[in-house]
């Protein structure tokens, strides 16, 4: 089973102008190599997608994976944290963790309550 990781890395961000307060919320390496070792370890193959623009890329050039870990965060808006669960939707690959209704719910303090 060949599982992609969705993330967004905190140097990606960095490298593009973004301070420290707005990458916050993102990765770092460590991370990201934590859990693609462990699922190697349980007998996955893996591939690192990487975050929404890279994922979009890489969809576009017709890349499949058989499920999708994702823990991208996204950048803008109330529904930053759907965009990757709502893409991968569309393309009707499954992935782990909620999906873009809940994802955008949960992000708006308001709703959740």
Do not use: C
Request: glycine share 8%; net charge negative; proline share 3%.
């Amino acid at each position: 089973m060949k599982i992609g990781i969705t993330y967004d890395l905190r140097t990606w961000y960095l490298e593009r102008g973004f301070s420290m307060e707005e990458t916050a919320e993102f990765d770092k390496e460590e991370t990201i190599a934590a859990i693609e070792n462990v699922l190697i370890s349980s007998g996955f193959e893996t591939e690192r997608i990487g975050n929404i623009y890279q994922l979009v890329k890489k969809l576009a050039a017709g890349a499949k994976w058989d499920l999708v870990f994702n823990i991208a965060e996204g950048m803008y808006g109330d529904g930053r944290e759907s965009a990757v669960p709502a893409l991968l939707d569309q393309y009707r690959i499954p992935y782990v963790f909620s999906g873009p209704v809940i994802m955008g719910i949960s992000l708006n303090k308001y709703f959740a309550r």
